[in-house]
């Protein structure tokens, strides 16, 4: 049984930001990559932003330079610090992972059930 858990959302100005999280918890051997994506209703699901266990980092060009991903390996949480935020951020945001359940199989992806960011003009 393994459950993420994004929180943060909320209404923010223009120009503002907003720190989200995900929790990962249950039956966890480890966990891969984790990513975020975001989805707006009539569009496609959009990656977001993901993050290897190393750390290494990947983004959207749509988001470079303003959101920041990053993860606590010892926590199993991940968060993404969101600045500059701009109305074509509004979205339902979604915390992804790879997780391990034990050391003999691979990893599965699981996802949240994601947090709505709301960026007003």
């Known amino acids: 049984q393994v459950q993420l858990v994004e929180s943060g959302g909320g209404l923010v100005q223009f120009g503002g930001s907003l720190r989200l999280s995900c929790a990962a918890s249950?039956?966890?051997?480890?966990?891969?990559?984790m990513g975020w994506h975001r989805h707006v209703p009539g569009k496609e699901r959009e990656l977001v932003a993901t993050?290897?266990?190393?750390?290494?980092?990947n983004y959207a060009d749509s988001v470079k330079g303003r959101f920041t991903i990053s993860r606590d390996n010892a926590q199993n949480t991940m968060a993404l610090q969101m600045n500059s935020l701009k109305p074509g951020d509004t979205a339902v945001y979604y915390c992804?992972?790879?997780?391990?359940?034990?050391?003999?199989?691979?990893?599965?992806?699981?996802w949240g059930k994601g947090t709505l960011v709301t960026v007003s003009s």
């Open positions: 992804s992972a790879r997780v391990r359940r034990n050391s003999y199989e691979s990893g599965m992806d699981y």
């Open positions: 249950g039956s966890i051997f480890s966990i891969g990559t």
């Open positions: 993050i290897t266990s190393s750390g290494a980092t």
